[in-house]
């Protein structure tokens, strides 16, 4: 079998193990230190009984994306190295947050202006890192799309659009985990078809004009995107409705940070709004509710994001973690087609 295939399927496996172990220790640490979840007033009513609930139990995806990820990928192509950055670096902008909210027990961690600084800050020193890597440049799509130096202001839009809106998905038991999930698996096997289809090895410059080692690292980014999906299932095993913890925006910005740098490092970005299309409908239904009632003082929706409004609807929580996550892979198989015809 070949490397890659054997690396991935061991990434996916390590990082389950991983997060699924870590939750009979982190959870009571959590219980201990009382960092529980303070649950908004405006929200569901249902949410309530979730208060105190452990919440940055994302240290165990975090955990478990790293660890895997750096066992069975090499470190020496910048693709891995720079996904990690981004998954660990955005992961610690939620620490933050979720840390402030803890310590002054309120369900508001940081300021708006603190996340947009951080966040800007971020995704510029990022964007300019990949525009100057040789591997990634300023191409989008595979090599055929080429923004030159408006890559950077796109790439910016990516990273900060994809980090809020994993941040804003995960508002139920179990949600966010399964999509980004069902979004990472389509990306390693999007990653390993893609590694697969070049008959001579990254070692040296291929028939077809490939850079020597831009292969390897993109089989270290699939090693990276099975760790990733491997991190939210093991977290799924203690946090499925009823959840025994929750990922905080310590998880959420992590998984945001990691779904960013699957699509921009692997240069298939605009793949992105297709396989999180449901990232992309909680964000507008949250902007559309927002500019309604504003402009109007009228509501588009029972509540935003989308996923309460089907939850004061009267759909079950599970029942609408499993519709987000049908979608997601049907949005995901289609993804996964168009590469293939277009790659």
Known sequence: MNTIVVNSLLALLVAFGVAALLGPLVIPVLHRLKFGQQVRDDGPKTHLKKQNTPTMGGIMILVAV?????????????????????????????????FIKIAKKRSLGLRAWQKIVAQFVLSLGFAIALYYNKNVGSTIWLDRIDLGVFYIPFAMFVIIATVNSVNLIDGLDGLSSSVTSVYSLA????????VLSFPKTAAEPDAQGDPAGMLDGLSGLAAFAFAVAGGCMGFLVHNT???????????????????AAMALLSRTSLLLPLM????????????????????????????????????????PETKIVSMYTVVTAIASACALLIFWFCK
């Open 66 to 98: 790293l660890v895997a990820t750096l066992l069975f990928s090499d470190r020496k192509y910048s693709l891995t190295v720079w996904a990690l950055l981004m998954t660990a670096l955005f992961g610690l902008v939620g620490f933050l947050d979720d």
């Open 187 to 194: 990306t390693g096997v999007m990653l390993v078809l893609f």
């Open 241 to 259: 409705y009823p959840a025994k913890v929750f990922m905080g925006d310590l998880g959420a910005f992590t998984l945001g940070g990691a779904v």
């Open 276 to 315: 999180g299309i449901l990232y992309v409908a909680t964000s507008v239904s949250v902007i559309l509710q927002v500019g309604s009632y504003k402009l109007r003082k009228k509501r588009i929706f029972r509540m935003a994001p989308l996923h309460h409004h089907f939850e004061l609807g009267g759909t």
